[in-house]
């Protein structure tokens, strides 16, 4: 009798080697008729059913981890939406961790996904630097990190929007368009992210001759707070120069765009104000908000294809992919 | 041999049950103490850990399945991160499943959510009645439907925001501020909610005495399609009475005020304009946008309730949990 491999029941079945494990595995997508016909040829053939499920599932599930530390966060749900609609097509299947941003919660994840027998994971921004072990030697899981930096860059592939370059040219926009003393609006600093915001800030407020200094050029501001209105107007009290903001992000910016208009602060007469993220909320304000667009189609096709390179054996490691980004203008930023 | 039980394990070790049987099961959250703590006490006891550990596996394994149409949605993703939040607090891991309004997707992500084990299943949305028959008649999945009618009322229980009396009133709003030809924007009528949210408007309509029709009182508009604005302003050529719009969304209700102001239609002076989910944009635009609002909270609570009474074999089948909205009133409806 011969031998049959899994390509073999494919081929004879008429479908794909993953249908196939996915039918032995009862694991996603395939119709009734389908599985009729793979387990029908599975009988003729012979074909040593047991053992090889047993194989497979411990190679392949067909299945992709991703963890996000804020699904209501529309930059990450856009992300994340994306990534399930490549990977659906691909025949992945996708299931989703939010993490509320707690280091507590994400390493409850990550041994969940690891139970769960996921292929690979997706791990999507967070402050502190990512570190991750298979506690499996046999089955060492691949992951892809968006937006956060690894602690091992010899362990995965580091993707991430060019904020550096967003930053800069939101700066040097608002010079060009006469601001002469303006400011970043942020709150954590920790992130790479934000850390990379900040420099591309400065460096454009150096290349135009205007020295950075915190007190006048930082205002320091949480979006969860009570206080924000009472910081924002101290902030401007303090530096009443103050004619444009570059915002870490659209919530920050969209907040700040409220607060001014209260104080009778016209926005873009007095103060210019651009944000980041391009939320759909900025083209129904008034005035309109100009804001850095992150290519989020560009950067879930790359983790797709890279994790699906590493699941595969293929594809080098410690590589960083940086997708750029483009500045949006819109009233809020324009004469 | 004292013949020693997984509760005199948790008792001996000073931990929950649950926390011995994630302990076992390499599953979910504990710190590297506790684990030695408990491994310390069934090896010192003896606990036959291996039959006991097979049996918890296939009783419990503390992760719950959501199922979520459009994670990008803000309704669906405060409650997913509200459902996440209080699941944890309980003990208990959520994955999320993404299933882009396909039923082909969702039927996958039903299948693999059964393989992975999951302990019960949230649904939350979507256009048919659902359906889910465990596979296996040994282990039926419990599960609980969130705006999403089941087909079998009797598996179930089913809960979901008062559609119905927050476009009434929303409707009773407009009139009250002087609309007399008031008209509901929705787009698709078979989810449940929507048709609620128009058997609402009607019955407002009917009380005031004017009788609906729905050429004049149902501008059926497509978020997605690029006929957005030739379809509103048509409808508005015909009906150029309409004084008053109740959109069954926030992403349309926004879209018809951009849309009404590019178009020189002052709202609330010549229309005035009330939303359905209170999305943070509302806040945000010129003129703020009046919206109902979901009270996702006492949604998420009651779903996280019931589910974990029915997977402990407690609490009734066949309800449905109707949870009042509010009307949120800002400038968008106000003279």
Same mark, same amino acid.
């Given at each position: 009798?011969? %031998? ?17 494990? =996915?039918?032995?595995? *009862? ?84 041994? /969940? ?8 994971? /997706?791990? /999507? ?7 991750? *072990? ?5 089955? @060492? ?9 690894? @602690?091992?860059?010899? *362990? ?19 010079? =060009?368009?006469?601001? +002469? ?5 942020? !709150? ?10 900040? #420099?591309?800030? #400065? ?12 007190? +006048? ?13 009472? *910081? ?31 104080? !009778? ?27 850095? @667009? ?16 590493? /699941? %595969?054996? @293929? ?21």
């Amino acid at each position: 009798m011969k %031998n049959y491999s899994i390509k073999d029941i494919a081929e004879i079945a008429g479908v794909s080697v993953a249908t196939v494990s =996915r039918v032995i595995n *009862d694991n996603g997508r395939f119709s009734e008729e389908t599985r009729k016909k793979v387990l029908k040829v599975i009988e003729e053939t012979g074909y040593k059913m047991n053992y090889s499920a047993k194989n497979l599932r411990m190679n392949k599930s067909f299945t992709i981890g991703i963890l996000v530390p804020d699904i209501s966060n529309y930059f990450f749900s856009d992300v994340v939406q994306q990534l399930e609609e490549i990977l659906f097509a691909k025949g992945y299947s996708t299931i989703i961790c939010n993490t509320s941003r707690s280091s507590e919660k994400e390493l409850a994840y990550l041994r /969940i996904l690891e139970g769960k027998g996921v292929d690979g994971l /997706i791990v /999507i921004s967070g402050a502190e630097a990512f570190q991750f *072990d298979s506690s499996s030697a046999e089955k @060492k899981i691949p992951y892809i990190c968006i937006d956060r930096e690894p @602690k091992k860059k010899e *362990d995965t592939v580091f993707i991430s929007s060019n904020h550096y370059q967003g930053a800069f040219e939101s700066a040097e926009e608002l010079i =060009r368009e006469g601001c +002469q003393h303006p400011v970043i609006a942020m !709150h954590n600093q920790k992130s790479t992210s934000a850390k990379e915001r900040l #420099k591309g800030f #400065k460096d454009a407020l150096k290349k135009n001759s205007i020295s950075f200094n915190p007190k +006048q050029h930082l205002l320091s501001i949480d979006i969860e707070s009570e206080d924000f209105e009472h *910081d924002l107007l101290n902030f401007l009290k303090k530096n009443p120069e103050t004619d444009g903001i570059f915002s870490i992000n659209d919530l920050i910016a969209l907040e700040l765009m409220l607060r001014l208009k209260k104080n !009778h602060i016209a926005v873009p007469q007095k103060i210019k104000l651009i944000g980041f993220d391009d939320t759909p909320s900025g083209k129904y304000t008034t005035p309109t908000l100009s804001s850095v @667009k992150q290519n989020t189609d560009l950067i879930a096709n790359h983790a797709v294809e890279t994790l699906l390179e590493l /699941i %595969n054996n @293929k594809g080098e490691l410690g590589r960083q992919i940086v997708v750029p980004v483009s500045l949006v203008l819109r009233e809020s930023s324009t004469p």
